[in-house]
């Protein structure tokens, strides 16, 4: 017991120690702006995969296409990969599971949705990362995952307030502020203001 209890431990503490050098690892080799780019448009290159499997998964319960996903399906142990849940598939792409990929789909979204801008290629910024962001949205829907469907919850919120806040800060420097004053002077006194000259006026 004492044996299993020291392993579990080693286990953890090398997935910890992995987990720091890998953000060491990637923050060396992005240093330069051009790998940087080249790591957003493979994370673009990666939701579009994801997304095609897990259409391509979706499909298998109206055509039999399941054995372009069984040569990427290599793992030894059991996947759920034929669920039904409301009358419908499970789509769990090559995943083990629907949680896992509706997961994976959902980090790929929330990554594409704060690093889009980021993105210095015209076409891939407004084209494809978009499209990907909708399929990766779709294939979260069809994962029937209560997981995920929160976590797209507490992503829009974040989203929303976001978008919010930004329109917040620079509504100035838009020329939209909350109050605008009026050209021209305030006050503007009548050429005749009418009435009578009294009798001291004038001495």
Not at 21 to 32: E, K, N
Not at 36 to 62: C, E, I, P, S, Y
Not at 65 to 74: E, G, N
Not at 126 to 148: E, F, H, M, R
Request: hydrophobic letters at 50%.
């Amino acid at each position: 017991m004492q044996l299993l209890e020291r392993l579990e431990r080693l286990k953890l503490g090398d997935r910890l120690t992995i987990s720091v050098l890998g953000v060491f690892a990637f923050a060396r080799i992005l240093r330069s702006r051009g790998d940087r780019q080249h790591a957003l448009k493979a994370m673009v290159f990666g939701g579009a995969v994801t997304g095609f499997t897990g259409m391509l998964d979706f499909a298998t319960q109206f055509v039999p296409i399941s054995f372009l996903l069984d040569p990427l399906r290599t793992a030894t142990y059991s996947m759920a990969t034929n669920v039904e849940v409301l009358g419908g598939k499970r789509v769990v792409g090559l995943m083990p599971e629907a949680s896992s990929f509706g997961g994976l789909c959902l980090g790929l979204v929330s990554a594409l949705i704060f690093y889009r801008r980021a993105i210095a290629d015209v076409r891939v910024r407004n084209l494809y990362a978009p499209l990907v962001i909708g399929l990766l949205l779709i294939c979260c829907w069809l994962a029937k995952s209560s997981g995920t469907y929160l976590g797209l919850s507490v992503l829009a919120l974040v989203v929303g307030a976001g978008a919010g806040g930004y329109k917040l800060a620079v509504r100035d420097v838009s020329g939209a502020p909350v109050v605008r004053a009026l050209e021209g002077p305030m006050r503007v006194a009548p050429t005749d203001p009418g009435g009578e000259i009294a009798a001291h006026m004038g001495l």
